[in-house]
């Protein structure tokens, strides 16, 4: 099984970066497919983006193209989400999860925490 640690959350003025950091451990991820969820309060968990096992294919939801950029180093177990012109309405809790199966996540973080401030 595969052990998810989230990384690089915090508080953020509207405008600024975070960049999120995703670990893997117990086993290595380089063949799963690997996405970002978010949860703000009192809402559903949804779909941020999503990235190959290869990392030549990505997919963001609506909300977020353009400003987001997800990546993984499959050497060092590691996936990223790059936020830029951040907006209160990004204000959510951020999980990693993965799956062998795009669509189909096996294993989730325990999410890191993004405010954006207006």
């Known amino acids: 099984q595969v052990q998810l640690v989230e990384s690089g959350g915090g508080l953020v003025q509207a405008g600024g970066s975070l960049r999120l950091s995703c670990a893997a451990s117990?086993?290595?991820?380089?063949?799963?497919?690997m996405a970002w969820f978010r949860q703000a309060p009192g809402k559903e968990r949804e779909f941020v983006a999503r990235?190959?096992?290869?990392?030549?294919?990505?997919l963001y939801s609506g909300s977020v193209k353009g400003r987001f950029t997800i990546s993984r180093d499959n050497t060092k177990n590691t996936v990223y989400l790059q936020m830029n012109s951040l907006k209160p309405v990004d204000t959510a809790v951020y999980y990693c999860?993965?799956?062998?199966?795009?669509?189909?996540?096996?294993?989730w973080g325990q999410g890191t925490q993004v405010t954006v401030s207006s």
């Open positions: 117990g086993r290595s991820f380089a063949s799963d497919t």
């Open positions: 990235i190959s096992w290869t990392g030549s294919s990505t």
């Open positions: 999860t993965g799956g062998h199966d795009p669509g189909a996540y096996d294993y």
